[in-house]
């Protein structure tokens, strides 16, 4: 659900017409709703209401300074899996006594930083890092509090590259290491064991493998109590997924409903992690037509958004909706491949798909607030377009499109003679 809708054939984010932003900040430009943001997030707020909780927004789904500003005042916590998303949350006032630092690679000054600012809890993903993180943390003089992030085995059945707790992944400590784990992790000075941590892929849109995955990760920190090891929260992660087409993935509620029971008779408190199930369906890619060209039994539109601000399509032959920004009633709608200007065959936004488009029509490339601005890149000499969100009846730029000059800030020429 969104608030994304068609008025008089001019499709509108809440009550303000794409065309008026395009208008106005030029495209290609990402367009975010904030009552989906809020929406979304109470959607896992009080579907966990009752249990002792926090849902800690994964920032790298969107870390637009405006949306972790909304959610921050909602009372979020926020998942970061770097320095620079931990300065995103500060700068954007966020809490840093709810923030839970995730990441395979922390590096020493990444855990000085979240140590100073008072993290909530860092999500240990192997035995050096432990170590590094108790040196650093003596080095300061505080503990910092910890949990192991467990690899449950569980398969997500989604895309191969966001997949994320099988046994050959990269992430996470095998479950049956991390007993052993923990007990070396209680006789550190630096380490204060709170919790236990699991976060199986993303895109899931069945309930069976986060219940698979939570059951044995209750499992352990059961079996983890009662050694006296003291695990008070269990972090379930992320991974909700979103209906791009016409996948149904469960809603909060259930996945919630399911946990509580799941859960009955213990006092552990639960953290999840949802990214894309927040901001994926707050947001549409808006672009405009630059050329209809007709090339080997193909209609091609060719767009001003790219691979660059959405690589998605590229990347895991992902499908966004696309839609025209004013229905033109009278025109055909025909087989069309949505490409950008990028000079890659792979830069595609959408292949075979219906539309009545001409040369200067603004499309929306739909469900793009999570994964698009935050994966944009340079490629091709393309600064990073505008981001705009609409509150209530107005639009706010919160972020400028990139000006050229930035696409070589800190670059220099040899010296010359
Ligand atoms: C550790 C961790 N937490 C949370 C997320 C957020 O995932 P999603 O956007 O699928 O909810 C991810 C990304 O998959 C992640 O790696
Ligand atoms: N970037 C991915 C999700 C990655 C999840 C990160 N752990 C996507 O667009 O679907």
Known sequence: MDHFHYRDGRLHAED???????????????????????RHYRAFDEALAGLDHLVCYAVKANGNLAVLDVLARLGAGFDIVSGGELARVLAARGDPAR???????????????????GIRCFNVESAAE??????????????????????????????????????????GIPAAEAPALYRRAMDMAGIEVTGIDCHIGSQLTTLAPFLEAAERVLAL???????????????????????????RPPEPAQYAS???QLLAGRDYAVILEPGRAIAGNAGVLLTRVEYVKEQGGRRYLIVDAAMTELIRPALYDAWHEIVPVRLRPDAEPVLCDVA???CESGDFLGRGRRLAAAEGDLLAVRSAGAYGFVMASNYNGRPRPAEVMVDGGRFHVVREREPVEALWAGERTLPRG
């Open 16 to 38: 303000v017409p794409l065309e008026a932003i395009a208008e106005a900040c030029g495209t290609p430009c990402f367009v975010y709703a904030r009552a989906t943001l809020e």
């Open 130 to 171: 432990l170590e590094r993180l108790d040196r650093v943390a003596r080095a300061l003089g505080v503990r910092a509090p910890v949990s192991l992030r467990v690899n449950p085995d569980v398969d997500p059945r989604t895309h191969p590259y966001i997949a994320t707790g099988l046994r050959e992944s990269k992430f």
């Open 340 to 342: 950008g200007p990028v």
């Open 99 to 117: 923030v839970v630092f995730s990441g395979v690679g922390k590096g020493e000054a990444e855990m000085r930083r979240a140590l100073e600012a």
């Open 221 to 247: 920190a059961d079996a983890l109590r009662a050694e006296g090891i003291p695990i008070r929260h269990l972090d379930l992660g992320g991974g909700l997924g979103i209906p791009y087409r016409d996948e």
């Open 258 to 260: 399911a946990l509580r």
